[in-house]
């Protein structure tokens, strides 16, 4: 039974500083110094620059983008995948939707939250929390992770972590940052970005579910008849 498999690996993060190599918590601490660093940079080069709810949230996206490139070095190679036109619309949904997060067009400045303090403390607590899931869930995946839809050499049907009540607990995470930073900017230019990685997601799902059945079989219909999608009594 695929229960009694050994999880796989979980990676780390690594870091080279010349003929050192910082691993796990002195890695992320030297990262997290490079984007203060950076921040601060921006700031005293331009002290017209207002440190905004709306920065701060960039800021977390900022590093979590910097741990996902890291993490994402150590994945399984794929023996098949989803066609290159199928990845590049799923990855130009996401970064239209992240771009659309901070970039007010015309016509979309009206607000859609109360101003005020806590729609962005509300906010910022679902980006953090999110990127916490998706961080979790990823460390569980270990090598089996992977960019796109593929079929990985030594695949494993991971059953631990968040992955014991969600099949798809990245998804919810992304969905749930996009969601925070939305509330933060609270401005309807937020939230139509969540709305297209909604679509995203909504598209990505069966076609991965799809592979995924292919894959494992009878094993695959029994965890996914267990198992909520994204949100835990909602589907």
Request: proline letters at 7%; charged letters at 15%.
């Amino acid at each position: 039974m695929i229960d009694e498999i050994p999880s796989p690996p979980r990676p780390g993060i690594m870091l080279r500083l010349g003929k050192h190599t910082l691993t796990g918590a002195p890695a992320v601490a030297v990262l997290l110094a490079v984007v203060a660093g950076a921040v601060a940079l921006v700031v005293w080069r331009a002290p017209q620059l207002r440190f905004t709810p709306l920065v701060a949230s960039g800021i977390l996206w900022f590093a979590f983008i910097v741990y996902w490139s890291i993490a994402a070095v150590d994945s399984a190679k794929a023996m098949s995948t989803e066609s290159k036109r199928s990845r590049a619309l799923h990855r130009n949904l996401l970064n239209a939707g992240l771009l659309l997060l901070f970039v007010s067009l015309p016509g979309l400045t009206p607000r859609w939250v109360p101003q005020g303090p806590w729609p962005v403390v509300a906010g910022f607590v679902l980006q953090v929390s999110c990127g916490l899931l998706a961080v979790w869930a990823r460390r569980h995946l270990g090598r089996n992770w992977s960019g796109g839809i593929a079929r990985q050499e030594g695949h494993t049907l991971v059953r631990t972590g968040p992955y014991a009540k969600l099949r798809h607990p990245i998804y919810t995470a992304m969905l749930g940052m996009y969601f925070g930073t939305a509330m933060v900017s609270g401005e309807l230019h937020g939230l139509l970005a969540f709305a297209i990685v909604g679509f995203a997601y909504a598209r990505k799902i069966p076609l991965e579910e799809a592979t995924l059945r292919g894959q494992f079989g009878e094993e695959w219909h029994d965890y996914r008849a267990t198992r909520w999608a994204l949100i835990p009594g909602v589907y």
